[in-house]
């Protein structure tokens, strides 16, 4: 190819180098040209027209427009076709992005896409398109070239030609294909830039609609596997958005570049509808970006997606809010107001969706709606986050306390209270769990109301009082009210008072009984009454016979009598009407599962509401007793859940009560249900955050016995006795916690592993060993699924081992227990697909120097230097184990401290029986590597003291040197020495060492001065205490090997 023989000849003069020039190779553009022997008037027009096109001042314009005339006249093309390349091949050796080459490039776009034909003009397509055909042709014979500038600018100039035709232009089938399977070899080029333009090339040859099309897979390959960030970029600005492509898209969402993440987000805004996104995708969407750890991202998330979609709803905020499903994503969708919020630039924005509030600043109840009460709530505590400056505002959308609080008590009254069969209609299950996320919000809106006038205070006091003790109110609000009603009130002691009044009141009511009466006297009255009534008829009788007779005299007495009589039956009637009904008010206890729930909660947020600085008083003492104990043995299991939950809460205010109730909750860890189990291990953690695994140690200790002769007494010690109760328990704890960790119940492993790291971080517990199991659990495919776990074990052995040099120590001895593990694992076991190397790598990060957070001068050996100890001895176990490539490679990774010491002689022993023992080659070169490279740095340190000591004369040179009164450079020299710190740099320059380098460093050594004779009984003292040091050294060694 024509190409490639011109190519090579431009190569051996000039540009022969694969990698990108430097400054100083860089040859501008204009110095090649003008070297062009040119002949004709024709090759003079090109040569001037790349000459004039490299500066960017010039009118390109003009320089294309009378380059096509020039080529509108030629009749033979060939020739300017010609030269034209050749002209243009100087520009396509350049890899880098100079400003000259990129004008040339853009030149060369706009003169090639001014010969494109309009789509109605087909007469003379052919003969017009001659050029712009020729160059492609010129471009897809080139893409394979070995050089990677000539590859990023074929593939630059295909990008930017098709990008430069028209929207309906027209290109031949063939040429198309062509191209196309051109750029789909560029895509997965070796060097990143090129996999770009062959990206974005391919950006108007794909076809959304089909499922196979070669370029959409291309892209999703790219998306998914690609290692550059940039690449990753480049696809998803150019990759159309379709059911296959858009999981692709969000996936790009958790990307772990922070500008993958950012453009992600750009390009869903940009181009994909909010209802092509399903109501999980929205919610995650809102609630990764706005809590996303990088400013930028939370920036274009708040200033781009939301405000997108907000424009899709026309501006309806509340019509955004139906979009997300509020009531199971409250949180999210509060984040998303508050950033909706934050972009208002007045107040009157702000106020411009509150019209739903009536003259009493409410909203009706009968248009209460989960959007629009979360709208307000949200407003509300935005405005009052603004502190002074929102005063104003708040008064506006916030009514009184008291008016407030029957607003609040006329809604809570009002929500249904289902029965066992309402409870299976899906349809009235929601009504009412809609209600019950109303009044959530609406206790919340609470917090936001100003309670410093005395009666509003008290009526909220009294409304909320009288809300708890109601019988519909739902379970789920009573610990929202209880916070808020204890947030109200401001005297500890009537805090509690109140709250046990109310659970009072609510476990034992008071209702109407009716007393037993007594039938005697019962039967008494009833004789009385029908003797008065006999009395009246014959009264009644005697009246109408003295009537007859005209005897009205005698008939007044009569009527008079019978008055009476009446009045007496009335008097008895009414007595036997109320001994029948003879009810009383009394209080009667109750024990219902609802009712004992209602009330376990209230003392469960009493108990958490309340400083444990403050201890127990004796009502908390009384409720504990008297409701919270009885119910851990209820039949109901989430009366025994929220009873657990009470207990464990109180124990944290008293040790006393943590004591006694211990053994209790370490049962039920073990024999209830899951979530009972759960919420046990819970308490149990929190108590051993608080007090430590020496929580045993305030039990009382076994009395003594009465004969201090006695031989009970002269054998065993009572308090020995009870230390090693102490002991046991302490480790049956720790030995159920680790089993917990093989739970198959995912929940509890979970909070098992998160309360181990907690201790741990916390330095209640110190273990490799568990330590250990933790990294296994978060490398084990069985917990993938686990993101709960995966992100807890991983945030937890970041700062772990990055809190303390103590901490460091204890994941470098976790090391060898974990491998070991993984490499005896049998086939059948999940761990044998764990990638070794990767954990191995994670040790080595975890236990470098450089990475504590407050990173202070070592004394001595450092972690790495005591891990590459244990690795040696662990490849001189076995030197022909599998594993001890690994352990070579893991070596290579460490940074050693060259520093003259007792490790580090003892590592370079260790390292020579290694090179004895070792038969492998790779191993064998690696730690020649890494003998050659202590061996070389304590040349040169000792080269360094040599010089150091020549100072020091007199027999207070050592006392000098540390005091600091040597001169200023010296001093600096031997405190560097001292510090044994040479991190990441010495490591780093350790791990690549040329041949030249080691040649001068052992011409270096030979170099080096002897001793001076008034050193020699310092060294004699340093060489014993090196001697002694090292066999200690080595008995720890062996003990440690013995007992592993």
């Not at 590859?151 to 990008?159: I, P």
């Not at 505590?381 to 502190?387: D, I, L, N, P, Y």
């Amino acid at each position: 190819m024509s190409y490639n023989v011109t190519l090579c000849v431009i190569s051996m003069l000039d540009v022969h180098r694969s990698e990108p020039a430097n400054a100083a190779e860089t040859v501008h553009v204009s110095s090649r040209l003008s070297s062009i022997n040119m002949t004709g008037d024709t090759d003079l027009e090109i040569e001037e027209a790349f000459r004039r096109a490299q500066k960017a001042h010039n009118n390109k314009a003009k320089l294309i427009a009378s380059l096509k005339n020039r080529y509108i006249k030629l009749e033979d093309k060939k020739e300017f076709h010609e030269e034209f390349i050749r002209c243009l091949k100087y520009a396509m050796i350049i890899y880098t992005r100079e400003p000259a080459v990129e004008n040339v490039i853009d030149f060369v776009t706009k003169f090639a896409a001014c010969f494109e034909t309009p789509v109605n003009e087909e007469e003379e397509e052919e003969e017009d398109n001659g050029f712009l055909n020729f160059l492609f042709n010129f471009l897809l014979e080139s893409h394979g070239a070995n050089s990677h500038a000539v590859r990023f600018r074929v593939c630059q100039l295909v990008n930017k030609l098709l990008g430069s035709l028209s929207e309906n232009a027209q290109i031949d089938d063939d040429l198309c294909d062509r191209i196309h399977e051109a750029m789909l070899v560029r895509v997965t080029d070796k060097y990143p830039n090129v996999r770009i333009q062959a990206a974005l090339a391919m950006a108007r040859l794909q076809d959304p609609n089909n499922p196979d099309c070669p370029t959409i897979k291309a892209y999703m390959l790219l998306l998914e596997n690609d290692s550059n960030p940039e690449v990753r970029r480049a696809v998803l600005s150019c990759i159309a958005p379709s059911v296959v492509t858009l999981s692709k898209i969000y996936k790009r969402t958790r990307d772990v570049k922070e500008k993958v993440r950012k453009l992600t987000y750009q390009v869903l805004a940009e181009k994909v509808h909010i209802r092509a996104l399903s109501i999980a995708q929205r919610v995650s969407l809102l609630h990764e970006g706005l809590n996303d750890s990088a400013d930028s991202v939370k920036e274009v998330v708040k200033t781009h997606l939301v405000p997108a979609w907000l424009r899709l709803m026309q501006g309806d905020v509340l019509q955004l809010l139906h979009k997300l499903d509020v009531e199971n994503c409250a949180e999210t969708a509060l984040i998303t107001l508050h950033a909706i919020f934050s972009m208002a630039t007045s107040s009157d924005e702000l106020l411009q969706n509150a019209a739903g509030l009536d003259e009493r600043k409410l909203i009706p109840v009968d248009s209460l709606t989960c959007e629009n009460v979360l709208y307000w709530r949200a407003l509300c505590e935005f405005v009052k986050s603004k502190g002074d400056e929102g005063e104003e505002i708040l008064e506006q959308i916030l009514p009184e306390a008291a008016i407030f609080a029957e607003y609040l008590y006329s809604f809570l009254k009002s929500i249904t209270q289902l029965s066992e069969e309402q409870r299976a209609d899906m349809t009235q299950l929601e009504i009412v769990m809609t209600q019950e996320f109303v009044g959530q919000q609406l206790i919340l809106l609470v917090g936001c109301l100003d309670t410093s006038e005395e009666g509003g205070r008290k009526r909220m006091v009294a409304v909320l009082k009288e809300i708890l003790v109601l019988p519909n109110t739902p379970t789920s609000l009573i610990g929202l009210l209880v916070e808020k009603l204890i947030g109200i009130l401001r005297d500890d002691t009537q805090k509690i008072q109140v709250i046990a009044e109310i659970i009072s009141d609510v476990r034992e009511p008071i209702l109407p009984i009716a007393e037993p009466v007594d039938e005697n006297e019962k039967r008494k009255k009833q004789v009385k009454l029908a003797e008065v009534r006999v009395q009246i008829m014959e009264a009644k009788q005697s009246l109408e016979e003295c009537i007859s007779c005209q005897d009205f005299s005698r008939a007044a007495e009569l009527k008079d009598s019978i008055s009476q009589l009446e009045e007496l039956k009335n008097q008895l009637a009414l007595e036997a009407s109320q001994s029948t009904d003879n009810i009383k008010e009394q209080r009667m206890e109750k024990s219902d599962p609802e009712t004992l729930l209602k009330c376990l909660t209230m003392c469960a947020e009493l108990f958490k509401q309340m400083s444990i600085k403050r201890g127990i008083c004796p009502t908390m003492t009384a409720l504990t007793e008297s409701l919270i104990l009885p119910s851990v043995s209820n039949p109901n299991p989430a009366v025994r859940n929220m009873a657990i939950v009470g207990l464990g809460t109180a124990a944290l205010h008293s040790k006393d009560l943590a004591n006694t109730h211990l053994v209790l909750l370490l049962q039920i860890t073990q024999l209830d249900e899951p979530k009972i189990r759960i919420s046990a291990l819970r308490a149990l953690i929190d108590q051993l955050l608080l007090n430590g695994l020496n929580i045993l140690q305030d039990k009382p200790a076994p009395p003594a016995s009465q004969s201090p002769d006695s031989p009970d007494n002269s054998n065993e010690n009572p308090n020995q006795l009870a230390k090693d109760e102490e002991e046991s328990t302490v480790q049956s704890i720790l030995k159920m916690l680790s089993e917990f960790l093989d739970s198959e119940i995912c929940e509890l492993r979970t909070e098992t592993a998160e309360g181990l790291a907690k201790l741990m971080y916390c330095g209640r517990i110190v273990s490799p060993k568990l330590l250990s199991r933790l990294v296994l659990l978060w490398y084990n495919p069985v917990t993938e699924d686990d993101q709960r776990l995966r992100h807890c074990l991983g945030v937890f052995l970041q700062i772990y081992a990055r809190a303390s040099r103590a901490n460091q120590e204890c994941v470098e001895e976790s090391f060898l227990l974990t491998t070991r593990t993984l490499f005896n694992a049998p086939v059948t076991s999940p761990l044998s697909e764990v990638d070794t190397s990767n954990v191995a790598e994670l040790y080595v990060e975890l236990t470098r120097p450089s990475a504590l957070m407050q990173p202070a001068a070592l004394q001595g050996a450092s972690v790495h230097d005591s891990l590459a100890v244990r690795i040696c001895n662990e490849i001189l176990r076995d030197v022909t184990a599998p594993e001890v490539r690994l352990y070579c490679k893991t070596l290579s990774w460490l940074e050693i401290t060259t520093e003259p010491g007792p490790a580090n002689n003892e590592l370079q022993l260790l390292l020579k029986d290694i090179l004895q023992e070792v038969k492998d080659k790779y191993c064998t070169r690696v730690i020649e590597k890494l003998c050659n490279k202590l061996n070389r740095d304590c040349c040169t340190k000792s080269s360094s003291n040599q010089d150091t000591t020549l100072l020091a004369l007199d027999d207070n040179a050592e006392e000098t040197v540390t005091k600091d009164e040597t001169k200023p450079k010296r001093a600096k020299r031997v405190s560097l020495f001292c510090s044994g710190q040479k991190k990441a740099s010495t490591a780093k320059n350790g791990r690549k060492t040329s041949k030249a380098d080691l040649s001068s460093d052992e011409s270096d050594e030979e170099n080096v001065p002897e001793a001076p004779p008034s050193v020699r009984p310092t060294r004699r003292a340093k060489i014993a205490a090196l001697d002694k040091t090292k066999q200690d050294l080595t008995a720890l060694m062996n003990q440690e090997a013995n007992g592993s």
